[in-house]
């Protein structure tokens, strides 16, 4: 069982620079999830879909976009990267919005320089 | 004040040891409680859900304590395997049914031989 898959695993731009997270899960969840993890704080969300067709903002948007693809992908979007979006990106999923285990990709680890 | 606390340790423990860690959450409207390990440059994964009135798994206690807005997790008999750090999650739930899932920044356990 795959769960959450995310690419890449690993990337390192420079600032100004464009790229996209991919996220997948084959668990037939409607939720969605991007979180960021920090040195010293807690996963803070970054985007949610709540089900397929609906993105809302979480706690720190800014600097970022996303797209629900399809039921099963929910990618990011950082249009200009800059050093403070250095962090660790995790995509996660679960059942509904409200209930269910919240599953994670394997993360990944952006450094803008 | 952070929403959810947690001393970040590291807590090093030799094996066979009872180590216990504490969680605090300043929202009363606190619904559910959830332990999450990661290990290291891992995904964080659901370790066990906390229940009101306490509840084991294994080694593993969970309780609750709502007066005093903490949760904690004792692990008995500790292994080298349970080296990771642990994730206090507290979910408040909305009117409409929102909720919004909190994650604390985590303890690190160090168990040594």
């Known amino acids: 069982n795959a769960g959450v898959t995310q690419t890449p695993k690993f990337q390192v731009l420079k600032t100004g620079q464009s790229m996209t997270l991919q996220c997948a899960q084959d668990?037939?969840?409607?939720?969605m999830y991007w979180y960021r993890q920090d040195p010293g704080m807690g996963l803070r969300l970054i985007y949610y879909?709540?089900?397929?067709?609906?993105?809302d903002k979480g706690e720190v948007p800014n600097g970022y976009n996303v797209s629900r693809l399809n039921k099963r992908e929910f990618s990011l979007r950082l249009e200009s990267a800059a050093p403070s979006q250095t962090s660790v990106y995790f995509c996660?999923?679960?059942?509904?919005?409200?209930?269910?285990?919240?599953?994670f990709g394997e993360g990944s680890r952006l450094t803008v320089l | 004040r952070k929403e959810v606390e947690q001393d970040p340790g590291p807590f090093n423990v030799p094996e066979g040891a009872t180590v216990a860690f504490n969680c605090t959450y300043s929202?009363?409207?606190?619904?559910?409680f959830f332990w999450y390990r990661q290990d290291c440059r891992k995904e964080p994964k659901l370790l066990m859900s906390v229940y009101s009135s306490g509840n084991e798994d294994g080694r593993f206690t969970a309780q609750l304590n709502r007066a005093s807005q903490y949760i904690s997790l004792l692990i008995r008999d500790s292994k080298l395997s349970d080296s990771a750090t642990y994730l206090c999650v507290v979910i408040l739930m909305f009117s409409g049914g929102y909720n919004k899932l909190i994650f604390g920044a985590g303890t690190r356990l160090a168990v040594h031989p």
């Open positions: 996660a999923s679960r059942e509904g919005h409200n209930t269910g285990e919240l599953f």
């Open positions: 879909s709540a089900s397929e067709g609906t993105t």
């Open positions: 668990m037939n969840h409607n939720s």
């Open positions: 929202n009363s409207a606190s619904q559910s």
